[in-house]
């Protein structure tokens, strides 16, 4: 964020065109497919650059083609965020693309410098973290049940808020994103709403983890005339601890992996399951 500095003194002197809620339309159709261009060279930078192709058609209409080359290549240089609330960072460029002039235009690439780790983050949180765990609870519910509506709720549940939020983000970006950018500079208030929707993604998990996750053994302790069962010694130590000490193992493999391998990992996963259930050490 440091690399942002004032835009409210920039005139709006680029073009006598201005953006219209069309416009700002298409860029919302245009970030549906934002990932497909993905690369791991510039990441997201030709989805972004796609993105922005109706703003410079409008603004750049009758300039000459080496204008608008300038323009395309400001829009090609490196760029990755996520994409909801990376859809803010489309919306206060288009605002910025309007608003400055040729010699100004340094200040749509601070912009998204500045602003993509941050809302990334901020994304990640609320969206990943939050927003999905929430949904896919209230999927498997009804999943564990037999219901088939359990998986079309979490996808019309989630999907709500994913096209919904590129949307208002779009919009809210290009008339108030600006303003927004200065008043929340000082305030770290992104920071703050990611440390809570943080806190909530991580009770949301741990909620379903202890309810969906079921793992117990049938072990028996004989001692001396008496069977102690292990299970039972476990639930006096804390309920579901099995289930909380595998979690906590899966976590650290992800974790030592580095996120690759997942489906490897299920596989073995299944796996142990079928063996230690076939040797009557897990039921």
């Excluded at 919009?171 to 909530?200: P, W």
């Excluded at 117990?216 to 639930?235: H, N, Y």
Aim: with cysteine; proline share 3%.
């Amino acid at each position: 964020m440091s690399e942002i500095t004032s835009y409210n003194s920039v005139e709006r002197t680029t073009s006598d065109k201005k953006l219209t809620k069309t416009d700002l339309n298409r860029i919302f159709w245009n970030i549906q497919s934002m990932s497909f261009s993905y690369n791991y060279e510039k990441l997201q930078t030709i989805g972004f650059a796609h993105c922005m192709i109706p703003v410079l058609d409008k603004l750049y209409e009758n300039a000459d083609p080496e204008t608008r080359a300038r323009a395309m290549q400001r829009h090609l240089k490196f760029y990755n965020s996520q994409i909801n609330t990376g859809a803010l960072i489309l919306g206060v460029t288009a605002a910025l693309e309007e608003k400055t002039t040729e010699e100004e235009k340094d200040a749509v690439i601070s912009v998204k410098a500045g602003l993509m780790g941050p809302l990334a983050g901020l994304g990640d949180s609320l969206l990943k973290f939050t927003w999905l765990p929430i949904c896919g609870s209230i999927g498997a519910a009804f999943a564990l049940q037999g219901n088939i509506i359990g998986p079309i709720l979490m996808f019309i549940l989630f999907n709500i808020v994913n096209v919904g939020s590129k949307y208002f983000f779009i919009h809210y970006g290009y008339n108030k994103g600006v303003d927004l950018i200065e008043q929340s500079k000082n305030s770290n208030i992104i920071q703050r709403i990611s440390n809570v929707a943080n806190v909530v993604g991580v009770m949301v998990l741990g909620s379903l983890i202890a309810t969906t996750v079921k793992i117990s053994t049938p072990l028996v302790i004989a001692v001396g005339e008496q069977s102690i069962p292990v299970q039972e010694m476990f639930d006096k130590v804390a309920p579901n601890l099995l289930t909380l000490l595998f979690s906590l193992g899966v976590f650290f493999l992800v974790k030592k992996l580095k996120g690759k391998y997942t489906v490897s990992l299920i596989i073995a996963m299944m796996v142990f399951g079928v063996i230690c259930s076939a040797f009557g050490i897990l039921s």
